[in-house]
């Protein structure tokens, strides 16, 4: 799996980005916000029981990500018009404000690592990265553990500091001096 300090890789991808069927899908690519700081996070298959929950608490904090220069991208295996579908006929995901990424041939979630070895789907894995496509933060959960899209604030806003975040750190409060 690609880590802390790597680039992230180079990709071209659909991603559903709406649910009219005319404005629908757009191409994103590793190019598409630059100059802001991007949150990619991954979960296995849509149509699953755990995953539309993070997705949707990473859609309730997208104004927090966003007030931080910070774009969400979510992403799995299934086609762009799988997205679509849940999209329309899961009531949590119907206003969702950022891209659902479409890596069906698996060649992102192949270059980042992510891959789980026996379902062939990807891994709950999240990746912060920095304006200049530098991976600044990554972890990965089993297939059966959510994730906390609130911690995946928390450590943004550390990052942003540029100073030496303290365990539990929370923004407003002081950094660490040496």
């Not at 680039?7 to 709406?18: G, Q």
């Not at 295996?77 to 990424?101: G, T």
Request: hydrophobic share 40%.
């Amino acid at each position: 799996m690609l880590t802390v300090g790597d680039k992230f890789p180079t990709f071209e991808v659909t991603a559903t980005v709406a649910l009219d069927p005319h404005k629908a899908f757009e191409t994103i690519t590793e190019k598409s916000y630059a100059g802001k700081w991007k949150v990619y996070f991954f979960w296995p298959k849509d149509f699953t029981f755990v995953c539309p929950t993070e997705i949707a608490a990473f859609g309730e904090l997208n104004k927090e990500f966003a007030a931080r220069g910070a774009q969400v991208l979510g992403g799995s295996i299934d086609s762009e018009y799988v997205h679509l579908a849940w999209r329309e006929n899961h009531p949590a995901l119907k206003n969702l404000p950022f891209p659902m990424l479409s890596d069906i041939k698996r060649e992102l979630a192949g270059q980042l690592g992510i891959l789980e070895k026996n379902a062939g789907v990807c891994l709950r894995a999240t990746f912060i990265v920095d304006p200049e496509n530098t991976i600044r933060f990554a972890s990965a959960n089993d297939l059966s553990v959510g994730r906390n899209p609130q911690e995946v604030l928390r450590v943004l806003d550390a990052l942003q500091t540029g100073g030496l975040t303290p365990c539990n750190w929370q923004k407003g409060q002081e950094t660490l001096k040496v």
